[in-house]
């Protein structure tokens, strides 16, 4: 049979268009199954807090957020070219300042400072000019802020800081002032009164130049720059020991900061370098880390540069400069996915440093703050925690008569587990909301360090390996 040739040409073309339709929609089914791009909501800005009068910098007037609750209130803190900022966020949608602490040094030259509390005490560095180690007594609030100790002896200069809890160590990097070093530590155990405990640039041979550090039970990750990661154990930390050099890793730029998992199971890491992305390094073998995974802010290209990753009930919040707000679903490490976003900063990914500087998740209402160099402090509405349970739907399942005690339940986070049980048993944390945070499995009549942890009440449950419940208690943590 002759075959008709514009026939022919016809059928070639609407089965190669069938063929094609196909494939579109199977591309784009994968992506709906996968959350490639459902997963993926903007977050609800409910909002923002900034003073135009402030001095600019060079790369803007804010820095960096932290954030404090105390008596039903919350609190964001912000730093600035002036100093540190205190803001009412208990009404997240009407944000009010109420306090203004001015720095040793300000103006024009300020672009770094940094803050971590321990208890009610605030800790406050900066990094340019004649700057000081500031120590703030928040618990006046909302009414006062009283500085209890403002001194260059330790700290003239400091790029971040870092505080252990667990140990009363302060941790500061980069610093300059009579004292020295790379890294040093402070021992403020008595919160208005630092002491030095060491300052050094060298750890078993290794150098250390940190840019920051994560601290966690007297591990120590560092930043180190263009150097990598170092971990060290500072159980002494008047003597340390090198625990890993981490050298050569994926996308290596300028190691710049990270956050760990309370297991101390996975670390994430920033490179602050131009289209480099987050690692998620497998930690199991502390002494050999590995990278698993990268976290992406977009499907298609990689143009980012981020800044600073915390972690927080299987997720990871992220301030990216000019990308902003980045959250990503991290419970599984090996294959992180991004859900919440917001970015309003219109100037194109070139590389420079300007957008978000820090992010802070850790209030009990579950709201997020987020700063920016140029506009000031962004609050949004918190993620649902529903999915972010084990396997008890709510506080109010907790009821059964606990066959263990804790002790003390009013602790800095260090607690110890009594019980007649002879096995191993499961724990979880929950927080007061009854939203889940953390699990882990250790044998009986044990110490329980949940020092990581921000000031608050908790519920510990314990389960049998069998699943039978061992039942709950409350606790509260006390920086």
Known sequence: MAIDPLEFSLNCTFNIFLIMKSSLITLIL???????????????????????????????????????AQDGKEYAIIGSTFGTHF?????????????????????????????????????????????????????????TVIVVYDSSEYIQRSHNIFIDTSSALLYAVSVRSS?????????????????????????????????????????????????????????????????????????????????ATPDMDIYYMADETFATRIKVLDLKDISEPEVISVLNIRDTINDGLPHNPLWFCNRLYVASYYDMLQVYD???????????????????????FRGAWGVYPYLPSGSILLSSLDSGLYVFEGLDGSDCFDDIS??????????????PTVSTGNFSIRSDWTQEYRWSVFDFKGRYLHRGQQSTSSMLDLSYLPNGIYVLHLQAPSGESLGSVRCIIQH
């Open 330 to 352: 991290v419970s599984d490490p090996a294959n992180p996915e991004r859900i919440l976003y917001y970015d309003d900063d219109p100037s194109p990914n070139d590389g420079k």
């Open 394 to 407: 709510s506080i109010a399942d907790l009821r059964d008569a606990a066959k263990f005690s804790m002790v």
């Open 87 to 143: 803001i009412d966020v208990t009404d997240p949608n009407n944000p009010q300042e109420l306090i203004r602490v001015g720095g040793k040094a300000q103006g024009t030259g300020l672009i770094h400072r940094d803050f971590h509390n321990m208890g009610t005490y605030l800790y406050a560095v900066a990094d340019e000019g004649a700057s000081s180690l500031q120590v703030m007594d928040m618990s006046g609030l909302p009414d």
């Open 30 to 68: 994968f992506f709906l199954s996968f959350g490639g791009i459902h997963a993926q909501e903007e977050a609800k800005l409910l909002g923002r807090w900034s003073d135009p009068t402030l001095a600019e910098a060079f790369f803007g007037r804010y820095n960096e957020v932290w954030g404090y």
């Open 179 to 259: 004292v020295g070093g790379g890294l040093v530590v402070l021992d403020i155990s008595i919160p208005q009164e630092p002491k030095l405990v060491n300052s050094l640039n060298m750890i078993d041979g290794v150098s250390v130049n940190p840019h920051d550090v994560f601290v966690q039970r007297d591990t120590v990750f560092i930043n180190n720059a263009r150097a990598g990661l170092v971990i060290a154990d500072f159980v002494d930390p008047q003597n340390p020991k090198l625990i890993s050099s981490y050298e050569e890793y994926q996308e290596m730029g300028y190691n710049h900061s990270g956050w």
